[in-house]
């Protein structure tokens, strides 16, 4: 096996520094985030780092970046308290990637890529068009990482759609069904097949 | 689509409120946190929580959710003060399944399945031996969330051990060949092909 101890990942030059932390880390969600200005200016960006929380009550986080995530994303949810997640999927991963591009707040990246956006049930902010999961959601508290200055956003499930075919009899989604994708680091996107479900676990009686 | 609001999704029964909510978080990295006491009692445990949330320095965090989630591990880590991240991949799904059983303390999970600890390089902590990434982490800080009491874990990579033909010539550590797993939910394995890398982007001309 190659190995690197934290002096030899620390010398790494930017670029592989980053693509090696961010693959190391293992797959991960890639998700559309769309937000709306007070002045009705929409943006979306990707994201990979949506995790869940916790279901009672449902709450997903994401992490913001200073550094690299364009900030329109984190102003326009405190501005208004809402925003929308959206699974990237086959059909829109090169117009999802492009969305890392840093456009300035005067231009939605709706506007500069194939990405429609959709609104439903009056809810302030856009969905993206044929998403196969769309999530509105909720602000509720920030947290600031001090190690090294990120931000950990929390927020609240206000709605989910999901696309016919997908949801299973015991509230399973097959994300499969709607060739949802992953991220394999800063750019490596995969669409996975479900290989299994196992079961509830218990302890083994000896 | 099926459309829930956030009353259908609190009204749903325990069972399917997890599964929908776990499995619409998105796809998930899905890995085997080992520790050890003080004492030198081993534990190991699934986790489908750890995020990248830097590369300088290398910080990877993970939940705890104190209801569903052994806490051996977390009174380990805060006892230590170390722990290690291995990448499960498709020859032990059903044993790194198996360690989401409550066993109490006095049983490892590596007694009970056929996991296999692995010491190297002096690391207080035992690695799970063939897995294809394996990470040796040292606990940073923690924080409540305090909208429903789970810990984020934040620790700093102090080593990484990559299988052999995994890292590429630019950082990019290619989990498919490894035969990584994702996980969908709380109980859909898949173990994805890499689909395609996508360019780095900038803004478009106009």
């Given at each position: 096996m190659k190995h690197l101890n934290l002096q030899d990942i620390n010398n790494l030059n930017h670029l592989y520094k980053i693509n090696l932390v961010n693959s190391i880390a293992g797959y991960k969600s890639v998700n559309l985030i769309a937000t709306k200005s007070v002045s009705e200016k929409t943006n979306v960006a990707i994201f990979s780092s949506v995790i869940h929380l916790g279901s009672s009550p449902p709450l997903l986080g994401f992490m913001l970046r200073p550094a690299t995530v364009p900030r329109n994303t984190y102003e326009n949810i405190i501005e208004t308290g809402y925003?929308?997640?959206?699974?990237?999927?086959?059909q829109i991963l090169e117009d999802a990637h492009h969305t890392s591009a840093k456009y300035n707040r005067e231009i939605s990246e709706f506007e500069v890529t194939k990405l429609e956006t959709e609104y439903k049930d009056n809810f302030y902010v856009p969905f993206v068009k044929d998403c196969p999961i769309q999530l509105a959601m909720q602000f509720v508290e920030e947290y600031t990482i001090k190690a090294n200055n990120t931000k950990l956003i929390v927020g609240e499930i206000k709605g989910v759609y999901i696309k016919d075919g997908l949801l299973q009899d015991d509230g399973f989604v097959d994300l499969s069904k709607g060739k949802?994708?992953?991220?394999?680091?800063?750019?490596?996107?995969a669409i996975p097949n479900l290989k299994k479900r196992l079961d509830y676990q218990r302890p083994k009686i000896f």
């Open positions: 925003y929308t997640i959206n699974h990237i999927h086959d949802v994708a992953t991220i394999n680091g800063l750019d490596g996107y």
